[in-house]
């Protein structure tokens, strides 16, 4: 499936890019605002910016925004469903 050419854009999202500082909340390096600044498609198909659920919903995490941080896609797809 292809991905988007930019980030969701939203106020919830523009709240956390500028508490994150554009910066990974798992890794720690900086994210890929759009597709554009990536130098290829499958740099950004692993850096795109998701949501992660601080405690994952499977635990009993809501879906509040004390509950949820930005991450690049690899990243949360590497933390699963855990803490």
Same mark, same amino acid.
């Given at each position: 499936?292809?991905?988007?050419?930019?980030?969701?854009?939203?106020?919830?999202?523009?709240?956390?890019?500028?508490?994150?500082? &554009?910066?990974?909340?798992?890794? &720690?390096?900086?994210?890929? @605002? =759009?597709?554009?600044?990536?130098?290829?498609?499958?740099?950004?198909? $692993?850096?795109?910016?998701?949501?992660?659920?601080?405690?994952? @919903?499977? $635990? &009993?995490?809501?879906?509040?925004?004390?509950?949820?941080?930005?991450?690049?896609?690899?990243? =949360?797809?590497? $933390? &699963? =469903?855990?803490?």
């Amino acid at each position: 499936m292809s991905q988007p050419f930019r980030a969701f854009e939203s106020k919830l999202f523009e709240a956390l890019w500028t508490e994150q500082s &554009g910066v990974c909340a798992l890794c &720690g390096e900086p994210m890929l @605002r =759009n597709r554009f600044e990536a130098p290829h498609a499958t740099i950004w198909a $692993k850096q795109r910016v998701t949501v992660d659920h601080i405690i994952p @919903r499977s $635990k &009993g995490g809501s879906d509040a925004a004390e509950n949820l941080q930005l991450a690049h896609a690899r990243c =949360n797809k590497i $933390k &699963g =469903n855990r803490l």
